[in-house]
């Protein structure tokens, strides 16, 4: 009797073993699995990490080569000349291609001279001329400036600084810093239309105010030159998409801009900032990567900033196309 109550326990105990090895080995199956997703997920993702980049490095290649004649640059869309290039590339997958859209950033006005006491009056009359070339109520300047200049002093009567931000839910506080990314405008009590339809005309370059005067477009030349009326305006637009100007000097001394207080170190010859937008096109999904560029003196291109996510309005009014934002 003794014997058979021990094999029983001894029975027991194998069961209970067998039971502890069985779910450690499921455990470790689960793991083991979840590890090699990870694993797979990570290599995954540093593959379409590199094929955008991919398209940002082509890009860059294309800006260094055509620097020098962006204004002879056939544009996709003449309507758009801001919209330097659209090109696609077919990846190893059939199902898989690539999309690069390049824009210009030099002919623009930067927002962040609202920031610069020095500036900040000249580029708000400008922009206010802007606004009301493209039919908008100039309102929106104030509020933009008080946002960016390092003060709380209120600009206008519909502006705001932090006591108004602070009341919102949730609370935070005016930048009081210059534009770095397009979210920011977000935060600010702004329809969304107005800097859509001011997304090709305005940005916000880190440094620099000059504008590339071959690339210049009839709301621009409306914002910079006052006193042009409709005929020189027109001659002006003519002489753009025709042979340009070979030089500042020859820009400057063009008879029908003798009227204009031109200061000669607001404008160049060249383009220096581009923004890059690559889309990778997959069968299930579609990944974004968005680059701004600066080409340094020595000739290099750099990325000064870069985000992997899905375009923002302004950056699908740009390139005017429209683009699903769904991603992994």
């Known amino acids: 009797m003794k014997t058979t109550q021990q094999r029983g326990v001894v029975l027991l105990m194998t069961l209970m073993v067998l039971a502890v090895v069985a779910t450690l080995s499921m455990y470790t199956l689960k793991h083991l699995d979840r590890s090699v997703a990870l694993v797979t997920f990570r290599q995954d993702e540093a593959i379409i990490r590199q094929q955008l980049l991919g398209g940002e490095a082509w890009a860059s290649v294309w800006f260094a080569r055509h620097y020098d004649a962006l204004a002879n640059v056939s544009v996709p869309k003449l309507d758009q000349p801001w919209h330097l290039l659209s090109q696609e590339f077919a ?24 920031g610069d006491a020095a500036r900040a009056a000249l580029t708000e009359q400008r922009l206010a001329r802007l606004s009301n070339a493209l039919s908008l109520d100039s309102t929106w300047i104030a509020v933009l400036k008080d946002w960016i200049d390092n003060d709380q002093d209120l600009t206008s009567a519909v502006s705001h600084e932090d006591e108004y931000y602070l009341g919102l839910e949730p609370a935070f506080r005016s930048a009081d810093s210059a534009l770095v990314d397009a979210s920011e405008l977000a935060l600010l009590p702004i329809p969304e239309s107005v800097f859509t339809r001011l997304a090709p005309y305005t940005c916000w370059r880190p440094e620099g105010d000059q504008i590339n005067l071959n690339r210049l477009n009839e709301p621009l030349i409306k914002a910079y030159f006052p006193t042009l009326d409709e005929q020189k305006s027109a001659a002006l637009l003519a002489r753009l998409a025709s042979s340009g100007f070979d030089s500042v000097e020859a820009f400057l001394a063009w008879p029908d801009l003798s009227d204009e207080a031109l200061n000669p170190t607001e404008w160049r ?12 096109n997959a069968e299930q999904t579609k990944r974004f990567l968005h680059s701004r560029l600066r080409r340094l003196d020595d000739g290099r291109v750099v990325a000064f900033a870069r985000a992997f996510e899905p375009f923002d309005v302004l950056s699908n009014t740009l390139t005017q196309r429209n683009i699903e934002t769904n991603s992994r």
């Open 91 to 114: 990846l190893d997958r059939s199902t898989e291609h690539l999309q690069i859209d390049v824009v210009e950033r030099q002919a623009c006005i930067n927002l962040n001279l609202l």
């Open 269 to 280: 010859m060249e383009s220096r900032y581009i923004e890059v937008y690559v889309t990778l």
